[in-house]
């Protein structure tokens, strides 16, 4: 398979870390990204233990529930980015908000014109997605359109490292494994990384406009969305 696979780390041209000062590196261990991980762990772990992701460790799972999976995710893909330009239409450029904010919706519309071809599919208007799907695509747009933008990260988070994480766990269950592909496109949390120390700045030069018990809710809410997506 392609790495049209990795999912929404597209299209992140080096240039773009290098012409702002917004850094891809790991974010040191007392930052607020690892606070709100640390946070949520325990539902990356569920996601674990979903039969879907079993069934990617092991090598096991039905082409066919892969594939219908894919598709709610394109789905749940094509309108994350219009949620993440939403809120970048409400943020001010502080600490490389805006610009993370922007550069993500490029990416994720870039992202999906690889998938809507690969799959066939001219949009999204022909997709029915479930119920998990809906309240996922439901949380993101409250949140994006209501909430202060620097809350935008916080609720994508947990697609952008999850996928990693979970790779992570895998390394050691690829040989011979048909979603090999899977396991390897998703080990990179550079992207991830990025917007936490952009959490990060925002949250140290802005004291107080980012409630942390707030952010792991927000977190802790998306987390159990993307658990619920693997199980449906």
């Known amino acids: 398979m392609s790495s049209f696979i990795k999912r929404k780390t597209a299209a992140k041209p080096p240039s773009f870390y290098e012409?702002?000062?917004?850094?891809?590196?790991?974010?040191?261990?007392?930052?607020?990204?690892?606070?709100?991980?640390?946070?949520s762990l325990d539902l990356a772990k569920e996601a674990l233990d979903t039969d879907f992701m079993q069934g990617i460790k092991k090598g096991n799972l039905s082409p066919v529930d892969f594939g219908s999976y894919m598709i709610m995710d394109i789905y749940y893909?094509?309108?994350?980015?219009?949620?993440?330009?939403?809120?970048?239409?409400?943020?001010?450029?502080?600490?490389?908000?805006?610009?993370?904010?922007?550069?993500k919706q490029k990416s994720y519309d870039t992202y999906n014109e690889k998938m809507l071809e690969t799959w066939g599919l001219d949009g999204i208007?022909?997709?029915?997605?479930?119920?998990?799907?809906?309240?996922?695509?439901?949380?993101e747009e409250?949140?994006?359109?209501?909430?202060?933008?620097?809350?935008?990260?916080?609720?994508?988070?947990?697609?952008?490292?999850?996928?990693?994480?979970?790779?992570?766990?895998?390394?050691?269950?690829?040989?011979?494994?048909?979603?090999?592909?899977?396991?390897?496109?998703?080990?990179?949390?550079?992207?991830?990384?990025?917007m936490g120390n952009v959490l990060d700045e925002y949250h140290k030069a802005h004291p107080g406009k980012l409630d942390e018990e707030k952010a792991k809710a927000i977190l802790r809410q998306a987390m159990m969305c993307e658990k619920d997506a693997f199980a449906a």
């Open 19 to 39: 012409g702002h000062t917004i850094s891809p590196d790991k974010p040191p261990p007392d930052s607020l990204f690892w606070k709100l991980w640390d946070s």
């Open 77 to 103: 893909c094509v309108k994350g980015a219009a949620d993440y330009g939403v809120a970048a239409g409400r943020a001010a450029d502080h600490s490389g908000l805006r610009a993370m904010l922007v550069h």
């Open 125 to 139: 208007q022909s997709i029915k997605p479930n119920e998990a799907v809906k309240h996922y695509v439901e949380l």
């Open 142 to 194: 409250k949140v994006c359109q209501t909430d202060h933008p620097i809350y935008a990260l916080v609720v994508m988070l947990a697609c952008e490292y999850l996928w990693y994480w979970l790779s992570s766990e895998l390394q050691d269950y690829q040989e011979g494994n048909l979603y090999a592909f899977w396991i390897k496109e998703n080990f990179d949390p550079s992207g991830a990384y990025a």
